[in-house]
């Protein structure tokens, strides 16, 4: 079953597309993390905390089985364990001399499609993700191989090509950025957020192993392995790749109420200090846990707090009105400090005019720390003011003797008058010059 917010997801990755990349201003993680790209996003918020080259295509490795099982989970999610499948030959011809990851699953066995999932993802099966691209592809990878990248494109991967279904080839790219939204799209399937937590799986028998409780696969993400080095209760699983002498890593993490989604792309394997060579999980679990420690979702505003305040006209209620925020506007802040970081930017009239009524949305207010914008909220009316028709009636008199129209009328009538009024000289004159033309001479 898909998870209740996958379907927003496309919504959501169209709204994070719209987001800037880079950081939260002022913030750094505390160590440098060595590798050719990082990407962290606050899931809450759809805030980028951190990004180091996120836009820059590079070989995806096996993170490429992440579009692998979004396809499979897009279709069959309901028919994991009751669907088989049988490996045909043709595909170990392919892997023969790779020396890649692989599941053990051999030329002929038959498996669930649950188990070509787990497959895929525990120990990253490359024999697994090209059963599940020849069933689904009706036999031909290419055709599968082909949807791959169609989906990409239509959950907003920019810098993504896949061209086998597993990663093998050093053809196929990503991005962080693109990383971070696979994963964003799997984890919307219940059945991937199960196979990802779990750090064993038994894979049943079959014809070559055929002791019961013998064949168990190893999930390469040793993050969720309490007996690891690497462990973070907080993680909830992800994918690892690797390739050459670089590993990667995309992991989901939850903890008090904040969720995360962890990028960490072709990390030198010679930089992990513990010394297994896993370097992109050496170095998700220190960027988590200063994302952890340094920040929370709070809100940035109280709604029962008003924070400005406008003049109001023709009212005897009140000359002014408070402004109050719609909403508290929950979001990712800084642990030390928090709200108090916040600069407001206020989009207001320069008065109102009564009636006013409470709730009324009169402007916005914009949130930013150090000039990148947090959000935006509107800005309600505190209370009533009624109009009273006697201000508002002077007013409108007030504004009409005032206004252009009443001069232009005024001047209008002075011209009329001193017109009417020199004609009327003008004729008085005239009849006066006839009666003395017409007196009789003595």
């Given at each position: 079953m898909k998870r209740p917010f996958a379907l927003l997801t496309a919504l959501l990755l169209a709204v994070l597309c719209a987001l800037p990349a880079g950081?939260?201003?002022?913030?750094?993680p505390e160590k440098e993390i060595p590798a050719r790209a990082v990407y962290l996003v606050n899931l809450d918020t759809n805030?980028?905390?951190?990004?180091?080259?996120?836009?820059?295509?590079?070989?995806?490795?096996?993170?490429?089985?992440?579009?692998?099982?979004i396809l499979l989970l897009q279709d069959h999610q309901d028919e994991l364990d009751t669907v088989t499948v049988t490996a045909p030959g043709y595909i170990y011809d392919i892997l023969w001399g790779t020396n890649s990851s692989h599941a053990d699953i051999r030329k002929g066995d038959t498996n669930t499609l649950r188990n070509l999932l787990y497959?895929?993802?525990?120990?990253?099966?490359?024999?697994a993700a090209y059963i599940v691209a020849d069933y689904m592809g009706g036999g031909d990878v290419p055709t599968f191989?082909?949807?791959?990248?169609?989906?990409?494109e239509a959950i907003g991967c920019t810098g993504t090509h896949f061209v086998d279904p597993c990663g093998l080839e050093y053809d196929n790219h990503i991005t962080a950025r693109d990383a971070y939204l696979l994963l964003r799209t799997a984890i919307g399937y219940d059945a991937f957020v199960e196979a990802i937590a779990t750090p064993t799986y038994d894979?049943?028998?079959?014809?070559?192993?055929?002791?019961?409780?013998?064949?168990?696969?190893q999930n390469s993400d040793r993050m969720i392995a309490k007996d690891s080095p690497y462990y973070r209760s907080y993680t909830k699983g992800g994918k690892t790749g690797s390739l050459s002498d670089w590993n990667s890593?995309?992991?989901?993490?939850?903890?008090?109420?904040?969720?995360?989604i962890s990028v960490v792309l072709q990390s030198p394997k010679d930089s992990d200090d513990v010394g297994t060579r896993s370097s992109a999980l050496a170095?998700?679990?220190?960027?988590?846990?200063?994302?952890?420690?340094?920040?929370?979702?709070a809100p940035a505003l109280d709604t029962t707090q008003a924070i400005s305040e406008l003049p109001v006209l023709y009212s005897t209620e009140g000359d002014t009105?408070?402004?109050y925020p719609a909403d508290d506007m929950m979001t990712l802040l800084p642990k030390e400090g928090g709200a108090a970081l916040t600069e407001r930017t206020f989009q207001l009239p320069e008065q109102l005019t009564a009636p006013v009524h409470k709730g009324d949305v009169v402007g916005t207010v914009t949130l930013s720390i150090e000039g990148e914008t947090i959000g935006t909220v509107d800005l309600v009316a505190g209370a009533d003011l009624a109009r009273s028709q006697v201000l508002y009636t002077l007013a409108r008199m007030g504004e009409f003797f005032s206004s252009r129209y009443f001069k232009v009328v005024v001047m209008v009538t002075m011209v009329v008058v001193a017109v009417y009024a020199f004609l009327w000289v003008l004729m008085m004159l005239i009849t006066a010059g006839r009666a003395h033309n017409g007196r009789p001479r003595r």
């Open positions: 950081a939260v201003p002022g913030y750094a805030l980028v905390v951190w990004a180091e080259n996120a836009e820059e295509p590079m070989e995806a490795a096996s993170i490429t089985k992440l579009m692998t099982c497959a895929m993802l525990l120990p990253s099966g490359n024999e191989v082909a949807r791959m990248n169609a989906e990409a894979m049943g028998t079959n014809e070559h192993h055929t002791r019961e409780g013998a064949y168990i696969i890593f995309v992991g989901w993490h939850v903890k008090d109420g904040q969720s995360y170095h998700t679990g220190p960027l988590m846990d200063w994302a952890f420690d340094t920040f929370t979702i009105v408070l402004l």
